[in-house]
């Protein structure tokens, strides 16, 4: 009688250690760190806060331990960039030197715990051991989503950017950068720029593909608004201040609120439509602009050469101020097809008696040459760069 072979054991897969990212600046700690660790985690060591902020980006990581007290980016900002990306990864902050702030608004961040050193190696590897089963729960759960059981990353992520968006407007400020008449030599506006100290949306672009993401440009252009309003309105000089507005906002009825903070600056007010979507999405654009004439404001056509901005631009809101896009701008004294292109463009606009502004001056041959082609108003780091809270002092020439 033949027998049937057994059908092979199956063997359970090994199972990975979770992936820790310790960041610890004092050298003897942070290797003393990795020998202890190393027997439960698979460890990346890091000495600074930039460095950890760059690896956070590229890959995944199970458990953050981290010191407060970091060169480059510090630990509160490190956890800020965890929580962007990821609601679920226990993250444990070390400190020499607490703080109460810091411990509260760790906690308020969603840090695991708060450890004071130096600390005791119990307190620690009971907080590690937490920190792992923690670990292990959020990798069920993304195992879980990624096999269609249920959840969303979607959700999470989503989740995370709100958090970092909201952080975003919460800590915006406004910096003015001057705009110069070329004839006169004087100042005759600031373009208000908004600025957030949220280190994962660090560029005005990456907090708008964030409220463009959420459907929430209201938001930004209303914050925007109101934090250029209390600004600017001290000033008594009767400089222009020049207001970025997304086609968008159009939509707002807030802009158009006769109570609303910019509106009663609106005979001073520049706004400068910026096409990061295209007109045609947005309805009735060209009588929501005349209401806007008839509450006092002025209107740009903003980055001419980049985006959206075309004659459909020109047709719909007939600016009175046109504004070159930096890429026209740069180098233009070297290239002859730059300086034919800037060069009509001005001259058309002088036929249609609008103004413009040449961006993004950073040389003083770029400034001749604008200067040549007729280009009215200037901007740039030449003329002067933005500062926060106040009106910066033009170059003079």
């Known amino acids: 009688m033949s027998v049937s072979p057994r059908p092979p054991r199956s063997v359970p897969r090994p199972v990975a250690p979770p992936h820790l990212l310790l960041v610890e600046d004092d050298t003897s700690l942070r290797e003393a760190l990795v020998r202890m660790l190393e027997r439960r985690f698979e460890v990346t060591a890091l000495a600074d806060g930039a460095s950890a902020a760059e690896r956070l980006r590229a890959e995944r990581f199970d458990v953050v331990l981290s010191d407060i007290h970091l060169h480059g980016m ?103 950068q001057p705009i110069v008449d070329g004839r006169s030599r004087t100042t005759i506006g600031y373009e208000a720029l908004m600025r957030s100290s949220e280190p994962t949306m660090p560029t005005p672009g990456a907090v708008l593909d964030a409220a463009e993401r959420l459907s929430r440009i209201h938001d930004v252009g209303r914050c925007v608004r109101e934090r250029t309003a209390a600004a600017f309105e001290s000033g008594d000089d009767g400089a222009l201040v020049f207001v970025n507005l997304h086609a968008a906002d159009l939509l707002d009825d807030d802009l158009f609120d006769a109570d609303a903070p910019l509106t009663k600056l609106a005979n001073r007010v520049v706004l400068e439509i910026t096409e990061r979507a295209a007109i045609s999405d947005i309805s ?71 103004r413009v502004v040449a961006e993004g001056i950073e040389t003083t041959d770029e400034l001749a040459c604008m200067l040549d082609l007729g280009c009215e108003y200037l901007q740039g780091f030449l003329l002067g760069r933005p500062e926060e809270g106040r009106r910066a002092s033009a170059y003079r020439w």
């Open 74 to 176: 510090n630990g509160i900002d490190l956890l800020r960039l965890v929580r962007s990306a990821d609601l679920d990864v226990p993250v444990i902050l070390m400190t020499g030197l607490p703080d109460v702030d810091s411990a509260i608004e760790a906690m308020d961040l969603g840090a695991l715990t708060y450890i004071k050193k130096p600390f005791d190696v119990g307190v620690l590897d009971s907080a590690l051991a937490r920190a792992a089963k923690l670990a292990a729960l959020a990798r069920a759960k993304r195992e879980a989503i990624d096999a269609g059981l249920g959840g969303s990353h979607a959700s999470n992520e989503h989740a995370a950017l709100t958090t970092s968006f909201d952080r975003a407007l919460a800590s915006m400020k406004i910096a003015f």
């Open 284 to 354: 009735d654009a060209r009588h929501r602009t005349a209401e806007l004439r008839r509450r006092g404001y002025k209107i740009a056509i903003d980055d001419l050469g980049a985006g959206y901005a075309g004659l459909t631009s020109f047709a719909t809101f007939e600016p009175e101020i046109v504004k070159l896009d930096m890429s026209l701008v740069r180098g233009i004294e070297s290239s002859s097809v730059k300086r034919i292109i800037v060069g009509r463009i001005a001259g058309l606009c002088r036929d249609l008696q609008m």
